[in-house]
């Protein structure tokens, strides 16, 4: 319970509360609700592959290490920094946003001061024993879980009329509101890339699904509580995410101006605006309170992330010797100091608005996040293999998990196709170099460092029949 808690705490962020706003106003409601639930399923597909390997081989950074094992050690390496590198600024962005959540209460504020106690304290939990790490997170958690049903409960309410005395219904579902708003074009292509738009945006929010693999790693018994975890985790987020932007989408217009706003604070959160438009003034300041909590919980849990990564980079030899190192509580503490740096880039908003230093950092990070659910499934896709050719059944595996390989190969096309749409708008109005690079600057890093380390390192892929699964499974039997 307390896995899958910890897996909430670090999935459900700003990704839903602020971002969700700007999906609703380029796709529409249809376009939205559908958007994020598309991506849902492709989580899901990463979730399950994900529970099926680290059930089998549940070892410290997860995915990261199962790359090197399956596929060959460039591999490994590459998209172990490429998914530290991805933790560790989702860090530094959770905490430009909830800066800026604190500005709502006082606009004219510095943010050095804010930033520097939050990164602060997230430092210091990271470096306790881990046992505060997942109370923290876990009652976080619960606090998000409490925050997303009365919001939907009360948001109900608010749409039939019981709340507010206004009966909305689906209003927002009929003319002359379109179920798909164009975005860009006009007809059909305007309508799909409206629906599109909003793959970044839910990849960003649905993004920390790993952390259900690497965290459990660390459990007492990680065959059995990494699949169930996984299972029931991504069910939840699905779930919240989809009934919350559908309760949004029949609240607010999509129209709503307010959507569009580039303030980063509770007035441009979709949330917000479902009860301010119905005249309950007290709710702005209790949600953004909620969301800025949010912000700082993934912040946590993505310096967890980003050290363990880190850590089981260099129990491979593939990252400094130093990142090996625990202190009295068995802490990885120079791996977690190493990642926390990062939370210098949340200083960026000095020179410029927080909020859009936070919009740059998203879109590199939902990049960077869908490179490493490529490897997953490629990963998986020797894993399946090598199994097949060694004549080892899938039935002998801890967890197996359905319909594969075709699960696999529609997340890896999903993947990749957004990928290489994630910044297509770059191209629309005049060329846009910032977001061309935030979105398409590690798709030419990874590609490159790749070869490169290959070239280095001259290790060849490894051949499928030398896989080795059998010191795992005599483990497995003999559990």
């Not at 990463?46 to 099926?52: K, Q, V």
């Not at 409960?153 to 909305?168: A, R």
């Not at 790993?210 to 169930?228: D, L, M, W, Y």
Request: with cysteine; net charge positive.
């Amino acid at each position: 319970k307390s896995l899958s808690m910890i897996a909430l705490a670090g999935m459900i962020g700003t990704g839903l509360f602020l971002s969700s706003g700007k999906a609703l106003a380029q796709s529409g409601p249809l376009g939205c609700v559908l958007g994020f639930l598309t991506m849902g399923t492709v989580t899901a597909s990463i979730a399950l592959i994900s529970a099926e390997m680290s059930a089998f081989k549940p070892v410290g950074g997860g995915f990261v290490r199962h790359a090197g094992l399956w596929i060959d050690r460039s591999c490994g390496i590459i998209i172990g920094w490429n998914f530290w590198y991805s933790m560790a600024v989702t860090m530094p962005a959770e905490l430009s946003a909830a800066t800026t959540l604190l500005g709502f209460w006082n606009p004219a504020q510095s943010v050095l001061i804010p930033i520097g106690v939050l990164w602060l304290g997230i430092t210091l939990i990271n470096l306790a024993p881990v046992r505060f790490y997942g109370e923290f997170e876990f009652y976080f958690a619960l606090l998000k879980v409490i925050f997303i049903i009365t919001f939907v409960l009360s948001g109900l309410l608010l749409d039939l009329g019981v709340l507010g005395g206004d009966y909305v219904g689906l209003r927002y579902w009929q003319p002359p509101f379109p179920l798909i708003r164009e975005f860009f074009f006009e007809g059909v292509g305007g309508r799909f890339a409206g629906f599109w738009s909003t793959m970044i945006s839910a990849a960003f929010a649905y993004g920390n699904v790993q952390i259900v693999a690497i965290a459990g790693a660390e459990t007492c018994n990680p065959r059995k509580s990494i699949p169930a975890a996984l299972k029931t985790t991504f069910i939840r987020v699905v779930f919240f995410y989809v009934l919350s932007i559908f309760v949004i989408s029949i609240l607010v217009p999509a129209n709503d101006p307010r959507l569009n706003l580039d303030s980063g604070t509770a007035v441009h959160s979709p949330f917000v605006i479902a009860f301010s438009r119905a005249g309950i003034k007290a709710v702005p300041s209790i949600f953004n309170a909620m969301i800025f909590l949010s912000a700082v919980s993934s912040a946590n849990a993505c310096t967890f992330l980003a050290s363990r990564t880190l850590h089981g980079l260099a129990l491979d030899g593939n990252a400094p010797a130093a990142f090996l190192k625990l202190n009295r509580y068995h802490i990885p503490y120079k791996a977690v100091m190493a990642s926390s740096a990062w939370g210098a880039v949340a200083l960026l908003s000095l020179n410029g608005g927080v909020f859009q230093a936070f919009t740059w950092l998203v879109s590199l990070v939902a990049t960077s996040g869908l490179v490493s659910w490529v490897v997953i499934c490629v990963s998986y896709l020797r894993f399946f293999q090598g199994l097949k050719v060694q004549g080892i059944s899938r039935s002998e595996l801890p967890y197996k998990s359905p319909l594969q390989p075709y699960l696999t190969y529609y997340a890896l096309s999903m993947n990749i196709a957004i990928v290489i749409t994630s910044g297509w708008t770059s191209f629309i109005g005049g060329f846009k170099g910032v977001s061309f690079l935030s979105n398409y600057l590690n798709c030419f890093i990874v590609p490159l460092a790749y070869i490169s380390c290959k070239i280095w390192l001259k290790d060849p892929f490894i051949p499928l029949e030398c896989i080795d699964f059998r010191t795992e499974l005599e483990g497995i039997r003999e559990e």
